[in-house]
């Protein structure tokens, strides 16, 4: 087989991802692990923590395979997205779940240059309606759905 070459920014990114993993299974070693069916305060970090290190040593091990290819950094989307982060926890606690996470989707749709407003305003229903069921009403978590 042919060795095309390393791809160092592949190498780190998956080794810097491999070690945010082993930091949480570190930080979460001291809390209670519980089993499946009673889940402890370190289950879910742990767990994380685990794939997150294994995605990142195979990320890291195909880099070793890959060219080395330049760096195409685009702002648009990391400035959309971060905004729409930091608008959602402003938010949050002022005018509830579902209007900040539907400023949240908005915000971050607009990363794209060719996304639809229809689309957008599909996207932020779905993941709001989802994130509803889920966070609010399925795991019960005490956050008003709308105003504070």
């Known amino acids: 087989m042919k060795r ?3 791809n160092r920014q592949e190498i780190a990114a998956g080794l810097a991802w ?3 993993g082993l930091g949480a299974i570190a ?3 001291n809390y ?3 089993t499946i069916i009673r889940m402890g305060p370190g289950f879910v970090p742990i767990l994380l923590g685990a794939l997150l290190a294994v995605f990142g040593v195979i ?3 195909q880099g070793r395979r890959e060219p080395e290819v330049s760096l195409d950094l685009r702002w648009r989307p990391f400035a959309f997205i971060i905004g729409g982060i930091v ?3 402003l938010l949050i606690d002022h005018v509830g779940f579902v209007p900040s996470t539907v400023a949240l989707v908005a915000i971050s749709a607009q990363a794209e240059r060719d996304v639809t407003w229809l689309e957008t305003f ?3 229903a779905g993941m709001t ?3 509803y069921l889920i966070f609010i009403r399925g795991i019960g978590i005490p956050i008003a759905a709308f105003g504070s």
């Open 32 to 34: 209670a692990f519980g």
């Open 4 to 6: 095309t070459g390393r």
């Open 27 to 29: 930080i979460a070693a």
């Open 129 to 131: 309606l989802v994130g």
């Open 18 to 20: 491999a070690a945010i």
């Open 87 to 89: 608008v959602w926890v």
């Open 122 to 124: 599909l996207l932020a």
């Open 59 to 61: 990320a890291a091990w």
